[in-house]
């Protein structure tokens, strides 16, 4: 098994910035991929971003290109977001997951999931 823990959610003014950390605990080496996605009220969860274990490979959500960065720390075991230039429409639980492929995470097919951190993007 694989715990996944977020943090760094909140309130934030559009234009601000956030910083969403996972810390993962447990059986974590056949988790060759880690992820963020996104769920708004009323809406599906959507992929926002993901990165190889390895750091060779990221991919990302259209609309937050440019926006946000995900990065990884091998020695603490996590994965980041970095949110710059936030808006209103970027609202939402964002939730972090592990799991064996860049295309999994692409369609969400992931293995693992944290409880999520709720942010809040205010105009």
């Known amino acids: 098994q694989v715990q996944l823990v977020e943090s760094g959610g909140g309130l934030v003014q559009a234009g601000g910035s956030l910083r969403l950390s996972c810390a993962a605990s447990?059986?974590?080496?056949?988790?060759?991929?880690r992820g963020w996605y996104r769920q708004a009220p009323g809406k599906e969860r959507e992929f926002v971003a993901a990165?190889?274990?390895?750091?060779?490979?990221?991919r990302y959500l259209d609309s937050v290109k440019g926006r946000f960065t995900i990065s990884r720390d091998g020695a603490k075991n996590a994965v980041y977001l970095q949110m710059n230039s936030l808006q209103p429409e970027d609202t939402a639980v964002y939730y972090c997951?592990?799991?064996?492929?860049?295309?999994?995470?692409?369609?969400?097919?992931?293995?693992?999931w944290g409880q999520g951190t709720q942010v809040t993007v205010s105009s």
């Open positions: 997951a592990a799991g064996r492929d860049m295309g999994a995470a692409t369609w969400g097919l992931m293995d693992y």
């Open positions: 447990g059986r974590t080496f056949s988790s060759n991929v």
């Open positions: 990165i190889t274990w390895s750091g060779d490979s990221t």
